[in-house]
């Protein structure tokens, strides 16, 4: 099956600072999506790619579907507190009828005020 | 306002017991997910609907059963096969369970083992 490896598995930034995070697969994607996850929550959908090359913002988020169609990128610029979370990409392909995504393990991400 | 119930939000199970999570969605939507989540992994694929009255199995279907007998409604049983049942459960619905669908989540259910 399709291995999703999302990077960097943590990180504790100062506010102001950017991040960046990333995910690369072993396969071909036509589809990555990237949620945020508050603690105890389900995630919430904050970009959708859906063209190699695409570059999508929302606010001060901004992803990008690699060319290659394996990876994708997620900035936050000026970080936030509110901004701490759980960061998750999710990649999908089209090979028959049913739609499965693939997640990765998540960025879990500290802001320190 | 239109979205996904989950409830219990905390839930406990003694050994040997089936347990019933619900997930309740006013959204419309056609497709219904069951979703596991472990502390620092991906989500997995637990069983999934595309319209009701069929479910097909995901990646970890084994020790779990589901129901889609209402459009809005898509019940998960923990049952006691699962020996390890503690976990994050997320369930999500999209309009279609076509490529590029996007899902909405829940808000989950603890479930942990006495």
């Known amino acids: 099956g399709q291995q999703l490896n999302q990077s960097p598995q943590s990180m504790f930034i100062q506010e102001g600072e950017d991040v960046s995070m990333n995910c690369t697969s072993s396969?071909?994607?036509?589809?990555w999506l990237w949620y945020k996850q508050d603690p105890g929550e389900g995630p919430v959908l904050l970009i959708a790619?859906?063209?190699?090359?695409e570059l999508t913002s929302n606010g001060r988020l901004t992803a990008q579907f690699g060319i290659t169609r394996k990876d994708s990128f997620l900035n936050i610029s000026a970080s936030i507190p509110s901004d701490v979370g759980i960061y998750f990409c999710?990649?999908?392909?089209?090979?028959?009828?049913?739609?499965?995504?693939?997640f990765g393990k998540g960025t879990l991400l500290t802001v320190n005020p | 306002d239109g979205g996904i119930t989950q409830s219990p939000k905390y839930l406990f199970r003694k050994e040997g017991q089936n347990v019933t999570l619900s997930c309740e969605q006013n959204?419309?939507?056609?497709?219904m997910y069951w979703y596991r989540q472990d502390p620092g992994q991906g989500l997995r694929l637990i069983y999934y609907s595309q319209i009701v009255n069929d479910f097909q199995k995901g990646d970890i279907a084994e020790g779990y059963s589901v129901s889609r007998e209402k459009k809005e409604s898509f019940p998960l049983t923990v049952t006691s096969a699962q020996k390890n049942p503690t976990a994050f459960y997320l369930c999500a619905s999209s309009t279609s369970t076509g490529v590029g669908e996007k899902l909405f989540f829940g808000s989950g259910t603890q479930l942990s083992v006495l």
């Open positions: 790619l859906y063209k190699a090359g």
């Open positions: 999710a990649g999908a392909f089209s090979g028959g009828s049913n739609y499965k995504l693939t």
């Open positions: 959204l419309n939507h056609d497709a």
């Open positions: 396969s071909i994607f036509n589809t």
